[in-house]
């Protein structure tokens, strides 16, 4: 026999386990350029195979203009249609709901553009019925949680924000070799940033020294991502694809891929047992930077001293062997 038995006869298989032993600790929405670098569609699915998180809703956002991975005027669009396809893949179609948000940036930090992303993340903010805290999960622009914060400021007391963005500190880290211009993802929305850093909202930011960390080899791909079912497949091909079109461009990624919208997944559902916090990360307390508009930051706040978490270091082994023992699970009990 491949399981262990029982009188009762044969242990459910993992994933099954998995689902019965574990339950819900928080809330997510998750916002994320799904149509852009596909390390945020390894993100969602590994988000979604997650039972210790109840992901509440899937946002759609937008690149900027004229972005290689989508040159479209539809990228928010786009990428709630990619995020819908991942659903499929892992057996979940309808099981969460897939939300597009704004196509554009914000067009100044006073002026919000509302939607149906915007109105979700402040219904679910404000709900009163749930003790589960709630975290927003940002792996692109910020511009539908700096949108809704400008609808209804409430929100910052009723949520945390974990976002995958912004350049390194000062005394911190070291911008990569050959870096110029605002980093990628603060780079999409500017005007966003600049209201969230200067808002109430708790922020847990993972800049790009930290997320440049979650390297992934290719023959790890290959031996751990691939095999796993449509899913595997799915998302090794949309990384794969990635390397054709940077190799057509004579761009070499070499041996690793950088996936860096996963720690996500690492700082919302992998948390401790008891007194419940990513606790094998490691972070330090920093005052909130103003945005520049070049996307530097200026140390001077602009509305007065609020502390923020900038993470520092990732626990990657918890993270990666997390995420390839789920795939492999779900591989397994879906046949």
């Not at 009188?7 to 689902?19: N, V």
């Not at 709630?134 to 609808?151: D, K, R, W």
């Not at 930077?289 to 520092?312: A, E, F, H, M, W």
């Amino acid at each position: 026999m491949n399981q262990i038995e029982t009188d009762a006869g044969a242990l459910p298989p993992i994933e099954a386990e998995l689902q019965r032993v574990v339950r819900p600790r928080a809330r997510v929405i998750i916002d994320n350029d799904f149509s852009g670098d596909p390390d945020g569609l390894v993100q969602l699915a590994h988000h979604v195979l997650s039972p210790s998180v109840e992901i509440r809703a899937i946002i759609g956002s937008h690149l900027r203009p004229g972005d290689p991975f989508d040159p479209s005027e539809q990228t928010s669009t786009n990428a709630a249609a990619a995020a819908e396809k991942v659903l499929d893949l892992l057996g979940r179609t309808g099981s969460i709901p897939v939300i597009a948000g704004s196509n554009v940036g914000l067009s100044d930090r006073t002026t919000a553009i509302r939607s149906a992303a915007t109105d979700l993340i402040i219904r679910e903010a404000l709900r009163d019925d749930t003790e589960l805290p709630l975290f927003v999960a940002c792996g692109a622009g910020l511009t539908e949680i700096a949108s809704a914060y400008l609808l209804e400021p409430r929100i910052a007391d009723r949520l945390t924000l974990v976002w995958i963005g912004g350049p390194e500190h000062d005394g911190i880290a070291a911008a990569p070799p050959g870096t110029s211009g605002a980093e990628y993802n603060l780079a999409i929305d500017i005007r966003a940033a600049q209201v969230i850093f200067d808002s109430r909202i708790p922020l847990w930011q993972v800049p790009r020294d930290a997320y440049r960390q979650t390297l992934f080899s290719w023959a790890e791909l290959l031996t751990s991502v691939r095999p796993h079912g449509a899913i595997g497949r799915h998302l090794y091909a949309a990384l794969a694809g990635v390397a054709d079109m940077a190799g057509r461009h004579g761009i070499d990624l070499g041996e690793t891929y950088i996936l860096g919208d996963s720690p996500l997944v690492l700082l919302t559902a992998l948390h401790s047992s008891f007194e419940p916090d990513p606790s094998s990360s490691a972070w330090v307390t920093r005052t909130a930077p103003r945005i520049l508009p070049d996307g530097s930051y200026d140390p001077t706040p602009r509305q007065g001293p609020r502390p923020i978490r900038v993470y520092t270091r990732l626990d990657l082994r918890l993270l990666f062997a997390d995420f390839t023992a789920k795939l492999a699970a779900h591989a397994a009990a879906a046949g």
